[in-house]
């Protein structure tokens, strides 16, 4: 979803439904990646831009207004997430459309021919997204980009702890598919082959973001805020007894105040992110 760690377009993950407000109170540091990536756009004047994975929509209708003569479509598969971004669209300017991505199909809703896809923080929670990626791409018109963004983070402490916790969890054999699955990013020269091979003209980068967030004393951890609104989902769907759940978020959250030590000014939480912004051929 544009902006969102969400990508609500996962298929058979036992999670919670996405919260809006949770994943908003982090808004600014969520969108910062957004706006770098499509300013590496190469498409000069789109005609028609599809958002995959859109989220609550915001930043879609950032798009619209980047490109104003453009249809621009979004697409997810949140009934909550596009409530909000029908809300937040008062003027009519996006089609919200309700899909996963793997069972989208630019053809058969007559998105063929998109001159910009984009797909921001989704398509970890899409496991099969390397066997799509290449008809997305396809679909494209003459000229047109193909532009991904994804968090390339899932070894930093905030993953790795959540699975090391899980595996002392009483539920460690229910919890351990669930986050493995979300572990679908690849290498980026990986992405850069498989659209190089297409014919596309790649550009492909990392980017680590020394995030600083607020750490209010007696408030929850900001780093297990953070993963609450997104890779902890999987977790709270499967530890669904309360006291199941708040014994894990305790050990987790113990283990989280080690990690992201509070200090005077916050936590500092470095965070990795990987683009690939793919053009195709005029």
């Known amino acids: 979803m544009a902006g969102q760690e969400q990508g609500a377009f996962a298929a058979g993950v036992r999670d919670v439904a996405w919260d809006p407000k949770q994943y908003g109170r982090f808004a600014d540091h969520r969108s910062r990646p957004f706006h770098e990536l499509v300013a590496r756009i190469p498409t000069p004047s789109p005609r028609r831009v599809v958002d995959l994975g859109c989220g609550p929509g915001e930043l879609t209708l950032g798009l619209a207004e980047r490109w104003p003569e453009a249809r621009v479509v979004g697409v997810d ?32 809703t007559g998105d063929a021919a998109f001159d910009v896809l984009i797909s921001n923080a989704t398509l970890q929670w899409v496991p099969t997204h390397l066997r799509l990626s290449p008809a997305w791409f396809e679909a494209l018109a003459a000229g047109g ?66 995030q600083v967030l607020a750490a209010e004393e007696g408030a929850p951890h900001p780093v297990l805020e953070w993963v609450r609104g997104t890779g902890l989902r999987p ?24 990690a992201y030590p509070r200090r005077g000014f916050g936590v500092l939480f470095p965070f990795t992110r990987l683009f690939v912004v793919a053009r195709k051929s005029a």
């Open 77 to 108: 598969s949140s009934p909550e997430m596009l409530a909000e971004a029908r809300a937040r669209d008062t003027e009519g300017r996006v089609e919200w459309v309700g899909s996963r991505a793997e069972d989208w199909d630019p053809v058969v």
């Open 145 to 210: 980009t193909f532009a991904m963004q994804v968090p390339a983070n899932f070894d930093a402490p905030s993953h790795r702890l959540m699975r090391e916790v899980a595996a002392r969890h009483p539920r460690a054999d229910d919890l351990e598919e669930p986050l493995d699955r979300t572990r679908s990013v690849a290498l980026p020269e990986t992405y850069a082959a498989l659209l190089l091979d297409l014919g596309a003209d790649v550009d492909a980068w990392q980017t680590t973001y020394l």
């Open 235 to 258: 977790v709270l769907g499967v530890l669904t007894d309360e006291a199941e759940r708040a014994a894990f978020l305790a050990d987790y959250e113990r283990e989280l105040e080690v």
